[in-house]
């Protein structure tokens, strides 16, 4: 799957995202690596904490289906600005580095234009479970 097909994935989670009090919709699509791809979108509530962002969406979906081995991200988002750039949370950054390892590419839109990174650079110093 290519980084703009991915994105496009993203970018129709992004429609679904509940976002009334911030008005900030994010979109995440995560391919597993059997080429199967989970989409998530951020739910807000009133209660903020209880708040989801769109990358754990996806990535709960995931591995609740069976899946543990992650390819690819895709995250788009943004308030005023549909592509903006929507990076991941630092919560996010380090729940993903659970299960995708730190060379995974991560795609962003910033104005159009795609953006790659992986999640080593996202979370370059991630708590692990070596620490255990």
């Known amino acids: ?9 993203a970018i ?6 509940y976002a009334p009090y911030s008005r900030y919709r994010v979109g995440a699509a995560l391919l597993g690596a059997d080429g199967t791809v989970y989409t998530g979108c951020n739910i807000e509530n009133a209660a903020y904490p209880a708040t989801v962002c769109a ?7 995931a591995v609740s289906e069976g899946c543990r081995q992650f390819s690819a991200l895709a995250v788009v988002g943004g308030a005023e600005e549909p592509d903006s750039c929507a990076y991941p949370c630092g919560v996010c950054r380090q729940v ?5 390892p ?16 992986t999640l080593g ?5 991630s ?4 620490a255990f």
Do not use: W
């Not at 990358?55 to 979906?61: C, D, G, S, V």
């Not at 730190?102 to 990174?117: A, Q, R, S, T």
């Open 1 to 9: 799957m290519t980084a703009e097909q991915l994105l496009n994935c």
């Open 12 to 17: 129709q989670a992004r429609e679904r995202a």
């Open 55 to 61: 990358e754990r969406t996806a990535l709960f979906k």
């Open 96 to 100: 993903l580095s659970e299960f995708c």
């Open 102 to 117: 730190p060379e995974m590419p991560v795609y962003l839109l910033d104005g159009g234009h795609i953006v790659k990174l």
């Open 121 to 125: 650079e996202l979370l370059p110093h």
């Open 127 to 130: 708590f692990s479970a070596a």
